[in-house]
């Protein structure tokens, strides 16, 4: 399945402003997954190698559990696992299905082949993922100002 498959007319943070060529290029190598309610897609600590994004569900987004932190995605074209995109390539969170979900699962080394072929829309796609990795980074402090 292609991540434009998943949801024809959605346009995703990630891939805002790509051109339908490379987002297809990207989609026709992504694999569709599904999971059930309380299933791991992957484990902090673990290496990352995919960064997934959601086609329907929801999957808690676990990054401290004793403080009970959490982030919850919920929206069609949400990025998670995005990890897996920045060096060391190791989940700095757990994510764990609230509900039956489906993902596009897509590989690091995809991303980075169609960076090098497309280096425009490449840094596009990087832009975009400091702005995904900038937003939790808000939503973290916000709640340690909260817990404060």
Not at 5 to 21: C, I, M, N, W
Not at 118 to 128: D, F, Q, W
Request: proline share 4%.
């Amino acid at each position: 399945m292609s991540i434009m498959e998943a949801s024809p007319t959605k346009e995703f943070d990630l891939f805002k402003g790509v051109s339908q060529r490379v987002i297809a290029e990207i989609g026709k190598m992504g694999e569709e997954m599904s999971f059930e309610r309380d299933d791991i897609i992957f484990r902090a600590d673990e290496p990352g190698s995919y960064f997934y994004e959601l086609v329907e569900g929801e999957v808690d987004i676990v990054v401290l559990e004793k403080e009970n932190m959490h982030f919850i995605v919920k929206r069609p074209g949400e990025i998670f696992g995005w990890s897996a995109l920045v060096e060391p390539y190791v989940y700095s969170a757990t994510a764990r299905c609230l509900a039956p979900t489906k993902v596009i699962r897509i590989g690091r080394d995809i991303i980075e082949n169609e960076v090098k072929r497309h280096p425009e829309e490449g840094l596009l796609i990087y832009k975009h993922l400091i702005g995904i990795v900038a937003q939790r980074l808000r939503s973290a402090y916000q709640y340690i100002y909260r817990q404060q």
